[in-house]
């Protein structure tokens, strides 16, 4: 209570400070109920459309099922792991292991994983229907929009492996190598299995990416509602399904059913990343 | 030998990066700049007439649309980012902090989309009640609504970076300006955060570039018209937007100028990135 009191008094004193602080306050109060009022609010109008119906394997204008949908967003989510992840992780092998750290040939590794980052998705998505869809003449298909998000999440898994792997204490190398272990077991058998938490932090990341992405996917995967039947067909994700059903308007009911079901997904998937990294960092301390 | 053969399989997967950020620029400038060129440069990127059925392709509407949404969402995004980063990083008692941390870290993860329709359904009819009371008219989808919802967007991006900035000056900072008098505030606004400058600019360009390079939520809230506006209650259309829009009908020259148009935003974004590495690397330094 005296410290109250006594903050109090201070800012009789300076009336310029309790101004300040105000706006702090009122800053503050702003950004957490605008961002709350957003989540509270799609889960409250939503949640009262979600219908069997909309789970139903075969979308028809009658039910718009987002199950097509949803199982396309799996199929892509896993086929752009599949392409980044290994080149993701061993890149960052090559950079946190192999490569000395004044390598020029690093440094241009590190300008154009930095561009990578920076870049907005619909510019992937004009690159991936240049390249993928028009150049390899693969046409609107899951394979192409996975490989276009392949490249955009690239970065992120690079990034996170690296911290990954930096986390791992050289004690553990120099160990490994005094057992008389060559590097390749040393990374490994060693280095690699205690990253793993991290990289699953970063990998379960870029999952929240592609499950959220939509200009990017448009023009490369197409904006089909069938469940595919190879991956050479086109075919929409959830987001890309969110936006068609609102831009259309149509569907309003089904379209906020359709955002609460996505940002579940993503809130959901983000915090298990934020999870397992803060698992990882407390058995570190 | 499998040492070696590993070693050459793990620099080849680094060269992935390289190869990508190449292949992006070729294939943009190879298929924009032809476009651009038989439009003519002046007429492309200075033109005020988008009208692709009449062969004309003035992309000016839209790149002053892009910069418009992009003012208007540093306007209402940066005071309200620094000022709540200021309240993570000196105010915020212990106890709530981890929650809204999370918070925003989770925040910053919503697709665009949903953030469009968030928009879409409750900042357009808002903004269109507030348009008519004030007698300015608009339908709601404008200037003013992009710009709101990108403010809103770009927020967790600026705090989570102002707030580590600000929590990486020394404390010695603060307490030395306590300890000639000032008050919490004034050690805070004139010493702390004066000191975590560089990294609080980083922050907003940061912010600037998922500004300008944001699609679907714009598409869904500014209205896109393609004509230059007059009042920020009108509709505008961004660079992104009129990739989206026109990209899945386009042919010929009109999808060239498209392209075209991918090429310029592309642009804007590397200048944003090369400020960033710079502001980063100054901030090591200094």
Redesign the interface.
């Known amino acids: 209570m005296d410290n109250l009191k006594q903050k109090l008094s201070?800012?009789k004193k300076?009336p310029?400070?309790l101004v300040?602080?105000l706006?702090?306050?009122?800053?503050?109060l702003?950004?957490?109920l605008?961002?709350?009022f957003?989540?509270i609010?799609?889960l409250a109008?939503g949640i009262p459309h979600l219908k069997p119906s909309l789970f139903s394997f075969t979308y028809t204008s009658e039910n718009v099922s987002l199950m097509p949908a949803l199982i396309n967003t799996i199929i892509m989510t896993l086929l752009s792991l599949l392409i980044a992840v290994?080149?993701?992780?061993?890149?960052a092998?090559?950079?946190i292991?192999?490569?000395s750290k004044k390598n020029k040939f690093v440094s241009?590794?590190r300008?154009?994983?930095?561009?990578?980052t920076?870049?907005?998705?619909?510019?992937?998505?004009?690159?991936g229907?240049?390249?993928f869809v028009t150049?390899l003449q693969w046409g609107f298909s899951i394979l192409a929009g996975a490989f276009t998000l392949a490249?955009m999440i690239?970065?992120l898994i690079?990034k996170t492996t690296e911290e990954a792997l930096k986390s791992v204490p050289d004690s553990f190398r120099e160990g490994s190598f005094g057992l008389g272990a060559?590097?390749?077991r040393t990374v490994f058998r060693i280095v690699l299995p205690s990253a793993i938490p991290g990289i699953l932090a970063g990998i379960i990341?870029a999952v929240?990416?592609i499950?959220?992405?939509?200009?990017a996917l448009?023009?490369t995967a197409g904006t089909v509602t069938k469940i595919p039947k190879g991956v050479m067909e086109s075919g929409r994700t959830l987001?890309v399904h969110?936006?068609n059903l609102?831009?259309e308007g149509l569907y309003?009911d089904q379209?906020?059913a359709t955002?609460v079901v996505?940002?579940v997904l993503?809130?959901g998937?983000?915090?298990l990343s934020?999870f397992i990294a803060k698992k990882l960092t407390k058995e570190r301390s | 030998m499998k040492e070696k053969i590993m070693k050459g399989v793990f620099l080849f997967a680094a060269c992935a990066s390289i190869l990508a950020v190449g292949l992006i620029c070729y294939f943009l400038l190879v298929n924009g700049i032809p476009g651009m060129a038989k439009i003519g440069v002046g007429k492309f990127l200075g033109g005020k007439i988008w009208r692709p059925n009449n062969d004309e392709f003035g992309i000016l509407p839209m790149i002053v649309g892009s910069l418009y949404v992009t003012a208007g969402a540093i306007i209402f995004g940066v005071p309200i980012g620094i000022l709540t980063s200021v309240f993570m990083a000196k105010y915020c008692p212990k106890t709530i902090y981890r929650p809204l941390k999370t918070a925003i870290e989770l925040l910053s993860g919503i697709p665009s989309v949903v953030y469009g329709f968030f928009g879409l359904v409750v900042l357009v009819p808002f903004v269109r009640n507030v348009g008519r009371s004030l007698g300015l008219g608009g339908n709601g989808s404008s200037i003013f609504t992009a710009s709101l919802l990108l403010g809103m967007m770009i927020l967790p991006t600026i705090i989570g970076v102002t707030e580590s900035a600000i929590r990486a000056v020394p404390a010695a900072y603060y307490e030395g300006a306590l300890a000639l008098g000032a008050t919490h505030e004034g050690a805070v606004f004139k010493v702390v955060l004066p000191a975590a400058k560089s990294g609080v600019v980083a922050g907003v360009v940061l912010g600037i570039g998922r500004a300008i390079g944001e699609t679907m939520a714009v598409i869904m809230v500014a209205g896109n018209q393609a004509r230059l506006p007059n009042g920020i209650f009108r509709g505008i259309r961004t660079l992104t937007a009129n990739i989206v829009l026109e990209m899945g009908y386009a042919t010929d020259l009109h999808r060239e100028a498209l392209i075209a148009t991918g090429v310029v935003l592309f642009v804007f974004i590397l200048a944003i990135n090369v400020s960033v590495s710079l502001l980063n690397r100054r901030g090591q330094n200094g």
Request: no cysteine; glycine share 8%.
């Open positions: 201070a800012y300076h310029g400070s300040v602080m706006l702090v306050m009122f800053a503050s702003i950004t957490f605008v961002l709350f957003l989540v609010y799609i109008k290994p080149f993701g992780i061993f890149s092998i090559y950079l292991e192999y490569a241009i590794i300008i154009t994983t930095e561009t990578l920076g870049i907005p998705s619909i510019i992937y998505g004009l690159f229907m240049l390249f150049k490249i690239l970065p690079m060559g590097k390749l990341l929240g990416r499950v959220g992405e939509t200009a448009i023009y987001a969110m936006y609102s831009s309003m379209a906020y955002a996505l940002l993503v809130l998937i983000n915090t934020g």
